[in-house]
């Protein structure tokens, strides 16, 4: 038997049958001691995962694809409460790629843009309503870059009647909202 089973050989010699025989007739008891053990020892075994995870970045990530196939649904409702929860940072992804997609410069923060709406007062550049969208001045259409000093608030009707025109030339914005 010890030559037929050499690693159950091994932890038979160092005491390690106990546990696993342990675990396989016991499972619901096992799951029971895991589950008190992790709640006392959770810091140090927070510690363990997260070196864990750092020594076994392909393994970590060929899990986690599996993980991902396996539960479509808890996938999709984690990304939807994440753009819930940071609309900013969605907001600056998207400014990313579009960007990217136009093959023109990008280099706007989330702080640049919170900072360049405060400056226009949180509503629209064009005609004062509420701050729905970002508009480019020099549309990336037409090789604007994704910068802060090209980027204003603007409302949703505003930036839609704008499209990719150029501000001045192609477009001028409408009188003042009157419910403003």
Known sequence: WLAAH?????DY???KWKRWYAHEAN???HRAWAKTYYH???EAQKAK???WREANPEKRAALNAVWKKANPEKVKALHAAWRKKNPDKLRIYRHKRRAQKAK???SITEKQLTARAAMFGNRCAYCGGPYETD????PLAKGGANVAANIRPCCKRCN???KDKLLGKEWTPPATNALV
């Open 49 to 51: 995962r997260a070196a």
């Open 6 to 10: 050499p690693a159950r050989a091994k």
């Open 40 to 42: 006392s020892n959770k």
């Open 160 to 162: 839609s009647s704008k």
């Open 13 to 15: 010699r160092r005491g």
């Open 104 to 106: 023109v410069t990008s």
């Open 135 to 138: 508009d480019h001045v020099k």
């Open 27 to 29: 499972a619901e008891k």
